[in-house]
């Protein structure tokens, strides 16, 4: 099993910056992928960034030139920095990730328990 424990989220202005960050523990061998999702109540959850192992990264156009992703491979952590947040930023985001199992294989999805960001003055 593998745990993703998030933190960062909160409420700030227009224009301001917040840091998500998310910690995949447990067991497996190593990551192979992490990245942020958000989701609005009665809306699928959307793709905002990631990140597979070797660096490529991919965002969603909405956010693109406004977040950056990055990964400790040390730490099994991945960071979402937010900056020139808007109030449509305004979302639960959750920490995804997918593992190198012990035996090799990659595994399916996991999921943090998601963090609020309002974006609102």
């Known amino acids: 099993q593998v745990q993703l424990q998030e933190s960062g989220g909160g409420l700030v202005q227009p224009g301001g910056s917040l840091r998500l960050s998310c910690t995949a523990s447990?067991?497996?061998?190593?990551?192979?992928?992490m990245g942020w999702y958000r989701q609005a109540p009665g809306n699928q959850r959307e793709l905002v960034a990631s990140?597979?192992?070797?660096?490529?990264?991919n965002y969603a156009d909405s956010v693109k030139g406004r977040f950056t992703i990055s990964r400790d491979n040390a730490k099994n952590t991945v960071y979402l920095q937010m900056n020139s947040l808007k109030p449509e930023d305004t979302f639960v985001y959750y920490c995804?990730?997918?593992?190198?199992?012990?035996?090799?294989?990659?595994?399916?999805?996991?999921w943090g328990q998601g963090t609020q960001v309002i974006v609102s003055s």
């Open positions: 990140t597979i192992r070797g660096g490529s990264t």
């Open positions: 995804n990730a997918r593992v190198y199992t012990t035996t090799g294989l990659i595994s399916n999805d996991y």
């Open positions: 447990g067991s497996f061998f190593s990551i192979f992928s």
